[in-house]
């Protein structure tokens, strides 16, 4: 299990954010929880862009769970 918020060194995420892609696209699933902040946050936004650049459309869908948090 990888969670960016864990894995990614937050006070110094140049090495973590560099290998994203690799984490992402690797990942069997990708978990998303939906905040209302979510879609403001561009590295939220670079892991969907990453999954979605690298896999085929209807393999990224398979792959993406969406927890909407109100």
């Not at 937050?10 to 990942?27: R, W």
């Not at 978990?31 to 892991?47: I, K, M, Q």
């Amino acid at each position: 299990m990888w969670l960016d918020k864990v894995c990614i060194n937050q006070k110094s995420p140049g090495l973590g954010i560099s290998v994203l892609p690799l984490n992402v696209v690797y990942c069997k699933k990708l978990l998303v929880v939906l905040t209302d902040s979510y879609l403001e946050r561009l590295w939220c936004l670079w892991e969907l862009f990453t999954l979605f650049i690298f896999c085929k459309k209807e393999v990224a869908l398979g792959r993406i769970d969406i927890l909407a948090l109100a």
